[in-house]
């Protein structure tokens, strides 16, 4: 295996963003969670938190990989679960051990994605000490957006995750907040949504599509013939609000690296354009996994067999299912390659391209509100171009 791996050093991509799972359990149970309520169970069988020899192997790996490739920076995401059912003190000791790990010049950039709940000002303290910056997922700002995010006792999350968004954005905490994730619903009003999330204040706000797949749809599709895109009908009108208002205060990555991609500027986003796919996933036991929305396919689906203790990032970089995020346009459909929006679409989400004996050569479940979204975009770039 190691013999491919010095191969695999010279031509593939290596990874540039390690998502480390500090603990697999959550504190909420979400009713629309892909980890937990999803094809895979294979949560049940990691260890609550990781160990310290875990994370201390994790750190070597990181350090060994970007040592290898000459990277001029990483990204060392602290995921779960939820990451604050571990310690701050734990999570900032493992910041700083893979600071001291990767070869000097090479910058770790470290962000906490949480939900909320647990997040206190000595919490954040910690985390600010260690220069890691805190990622909220959220559903909208306002209590009715955020309905299926409840604890295991049924109760309501809202209170506690816009106490978290309180303390973030307050002056003194607004520094370390990278911002918010949410998930859209189509069934919501967009502009309500939107206009909520803003109030919270975030510097940047990342909506994402939910996983599913052709065989696993998510809710509303496939469309009815009256409302066809409804996700990208979703979209448009929180571009067209971003577009003409606030976009030079609040970033909103899926919409700025549509229109780099459209201006024919390299863009890295995991749902948009043709760049190889740079994460990577470590579990709590040490495995070495692809990103978790692989998951809502079918059990094992972002299974690598590898792990920390036995292997390295780049035995992982010779993986077929890796391999395949970094072949462009010949991993795609014969449908997609063929689209005069592949180069901005890139087939979409990996994820969502699946179908039940089929595997991932497909257009994404999630294709036409993909074009929907491409071209109104398209349109207000033209229109802002034009004398």
């Given amino acids: 295996m190691h013999g491919t791996a010095e191969a695999v050093r010279e031509s593939a991509v290596p990874f540039r963003q390690f998502v480390v799972k500090v603990n697999s359990r959550c504190n909420l149970a979400c009713r629309y969670c892909y980890m937990y309520f999803a094809a895979d169970p294979g949560w049940r069988r990691q260890p609550v938190a990781a160990a310290p020899g875990t994370l201390r192997r994790v750190a070597?790996?990181?350090?060994?990989?970007?040592?290898?490739?000459?990277?001029?920076?990483?990204?060392?995401?602290?995921?779960?679960?939820?990451?604050?059912?571990?310690?701050?003190?734990?999570?900032?000791?493992?910041?700083?051990?893979?600071?001291?790990?990767?070869?000097?010049?090479?910058?770790?950039?470290?962000?906490?994605?949480?939900?909320?709940?647990?997040?206190?000002?000595?919490?954040?303290?910690?985390?600010?000490?260690?220069?890691?910056?805190?990622?909220?997922?959220?559903?909208?700002?306002?209590?009715?957006?955020?309905?299926?995010?409840?604890?295991?006792?049924?109760?309501?999350?809202?209170?506690?995750?816009?106490?978290?968004?309180?303390?973030?954005?307050?002056?003194?905490?607004?520094?370390?907040?990278?911002?918010?994730?949410?998930?859209?619903?189509?069934?919501?009003?967009?502009?309500?949504?939107y206009a909520s999330v803003l109030r919270l204040g975030p510097p940047a706000v990342d909506f994402l599509l939910p996983h599913g797949n052709w065989s696993r749809p998510p809710p509303g599709l496939p469309a009815p013939p009256d409302d066809p895109t409804p996700y990208g009908d979703w979209l448009c009108a929180v571009f067209d609000l971003w577009w003409h208002a606030d976009r030079r205060h609040t970033r909103i990555r899926l919409?700025?690296?549509?229109?780099?991609?459209?201006?024919?500027?390299?863009?890295?986003?995991?749902?948009?354009?043709?760049?190889?796919?740079?994460?990577?996933?470590?579990?709590?036991?040490?495995?070495?996994?692809?990103?978790?929305?692989?998951?809502?396919?079918?059990?094992?689906?972002?299974?690598?067999?590898?792990?920390?203790?036995h292997d390295s990032f780049d035995d992982a970089l010779a993986h077929p299912g890796v391999t395949a995020r970094h072949t462009g346009l010949a991993a795609l459909a014969g449908a997609c390659r063929r689209c005069p929006l592949v180069q901005v679409c890139g087939g979409g989400h990996y994820a969502h391209r699946y179908r039940d004996g089929h595997g991932f050569a497909n257009p994404s479940v999630y294709c036409a509100d993909l074009q929907r979204l491409i071209r109104h975009i398209a349109a207000a770039l033209r229109r802002t171009a034009a004398p």
Avoid: M
């Fill in 60 to 193: 070597r790996r990181i350090g060994e990989h970007a040592a290898a490739h000459g990277l001029p920076a990483v990204s060392l995401v602290l995921h779960g679960g939820e990451p604050l059912l571990t310690d701050p003190a734990v999570l900032g000791a493992f910041a700083d051990d893979v600071r001291a790990r990767v070869p000097p010049g090479c910058a770790v950039h470290v962000t906490l994605q949480t939900n909320g709940v647990l997040l206190t000002e000595e919490k954040l303290a910690v985390l600010a000490a260690h220069r890691i910056t805190v990622g909220l997922s959220l559903d909208g700002g306002l209590p009715g957006h955020n309905r299926q995010r409840v604890d295991h006792a049924g109760r309501p999350a809202w209170p506690a995750v816009e106490r978290a968004a309180r303390l973030l954005a307050a002056a003194g905490h607004r520094a370390r907040w990278a911002g918010v994730l949410c998930v859209v619903d189509p069934a919501t009003d967009p502009a309500e949504v």
């Fill in 255 to 309: 919409f700025q690296e549509c229109l780099a991609l459209l201006l024919g500027l390299p863009a890295a986003t995991e749902s948009l354009g043709l760049q190889p796919f740079t994460a990577v996933v470590v579990e709590t036991d040490g495995t070495i996994e692809q990103v978790d929305s692989l998951k809502t396919a079918y059990p094992g689906a972002a299974a690598t067999g590898l792990d920390v203790f």
